[in-house]
């Protein structure tokens, strides 16, 4: 009697292994990289931050990218800074937070390009800004030697009056904007009351 054994297709195995391997390249966890949002190099863990004028984003960016698109007159991105300075004689009384009529008790204050102050709050949708002139705030920003070194939209003090005391921090925008995970991108003045 002659038994039958079906002897498996070499190429046909050799075929199937093939594709689970191209299959598997896409499904491997690939390390995260951060990347230059301007030439897409890859990012040491502590990178420069740049402010697109118009738009007011965010971009990471590698050193090159930061010194040839930054520092030109006219230029499309401002350098955001890293340094931390203390902040140790600077408050907000409860009259002069209530008069500028914040409805949360977290706020951050920014001067643009002429000196103008500005106050802006988080929420839901994003950063709002308050609708109120800020005029005693910019004598208070004029007047402070910490506040008036602040470099113009890429600097800003943050407020919050939660919980005990009154934290106050004169931070880079890179660690107010919505979404941005970098702990290590705080700098400004620090100090609590």
């Not at 046909?12 to 966890?29: D, I, S, Y």
């Not at 030109?72 to 300075?85: A, D, H, M, N, Y």
């Not at 005990?164 to 609590?192: F, I, K, P, Q, Y």
């Amino acid at each position: 009697m002659n038994a039958h054994v079906d002897v498996p297709d070499i190429s046909q195995k050799n075929e199937e292994r093939e594709v689970l391997g191209a299959l598997r390249r896409f499904t491997r966890v690939r390390p995260l990289e951060e990347r230059c949002e301007l030439c897409v190099a890859a990012l040491e863990p502590e990178h420069p931050h740049l402010l697109h004028c118009e738009s007011r984003q965010i971009a990471c960016a590698c050193d090159a990218c930061a010194v040839l698109f930054c520092g030109q007159e006219g230029g499309k991105f401002l350098r955001i800074p890293r340094r931390i300075l203390e902040l140790e004689d600077f408050a907000f009384g409860d009259l002069e937070w209530e008069s500028m009529m914040l409805p949360i008790h977290l706020a951050f204050f920014v001067r643009d390009r002429d000196g103008k102050g500005a106050a802006m709050y988080p929420s839901p949708a994003g950063a709002v800004a308050s609708q109120l002139g800020m005029e005693s705030l910019e004598r208070r920003f004029a007047e402070h030697p910490a506040l008036a070194r602040m470099e113009p939209e890429v600097e800003t003090l943050l407020v919050n009056r939660n919980g005990e005391g009154e934290l106050l921090h004169c931070a880079n925008r890179r660690m107010l904007s919505a979404g941005g995970t970098d702990s290590n991108e705080m700098a400004g003045v620090v100090g609590r009351r």
